[in-house]
């Protein structure tokens, strides 16, 4: 389901003008796409910063224009606290389109208690779906996965309507045995090494013999 979110349009463009856009609490934005003019606009800050904080990819734009639109991409300032600038994108409801959607991991792997660490190597798939059901997450329970097993990305329930993307087999999580720790013998091994002889450094026999001579 989209996020309502009210938009004004901005009277003028420019550096100034964003700038006191986001002194007045508003973060500059922009709507293109679909064939249709591109239009700025400004949004609250703090409405804006909490949609896209839940993850959002689609907005049902309110106030100066009525359209459902996408987050094309989001500029953040150097310390990624704030939002400078937004732009969206329009969509059509009847069409497909092509999204990353975040990974939650769900429950307690039995492997764990076994001593297993768990290794998440995905964080997000590209899935295609209607523009208007994008799923909010894909959620993977991992209650069932023992120790020294994976989950693919083909073991994800799909909402109809949605196609994975990626390869199914992809690993998205595993289960893996620690690394065995080192042993008493192999340490003992380690700290009486023999240090190796230095080229040209000289021993005290070598002195000896040097004053003998």
Not at 169 to 192: H, K, N, R, S, Y
Request: a negative charge.
């Amino acid at each position: 389901m989209a996020e309502t979110l009210e938009v004004r349009e901005r009277e003028s463009r420019g550096k100034r003008s964003a700038r006191r856009s986001r002194a007045a609490g508003r973060t500059p934005a922009v709507l293109y796409g679909h064939g249709g003019p591109s239009i700025s606009l400004s949004v609250d800050s703090n409405k804006l910063t909490a949609i896209v904080n839940r993850a959002a990819h689609l907005v049902a734009l309110s106030g100066a224009v009525q359209e459902n639109a996408l987050f094309r991409d989001i500029q953040w300032d150097p310390l990624g606290n704030d939002i400078l600038h937004v732009d969206f994108t329009r969509v059509d409801a009847k069409e497909r389109i092509e999204v990353a959607v975040a990974i939650e991991l769900r429950g307690v792997a039995p492997g764990t208690k076994m001593g297993g660490i768990m290794n998440q190597q995905m964080h997000e798939l590209s899935v295609e779906c209607p523009a208007m059901a994008i799923p909010d997450k894909l959620e993977i329970n991992v209650n069932t996965l023992e120790l020294g097993e994976s989950i693919l990305a083909s073991s994800i329930n799909l909402a109809e309507g949605v196609n994975l993307l990626c390869d199914p087999q992809a690993i998205i999580i595993q289960c893996l045995e620690p690394m065995p720790e080192a042993d008493d013998e192999d340490e003992a091994i380690t700290d009486g090494a023999i240090e190796p002889e230095v080229i040209g450094r000289k021993t005290e026999d070598d002195g000896e013999t040097g004053a003998a001579s």
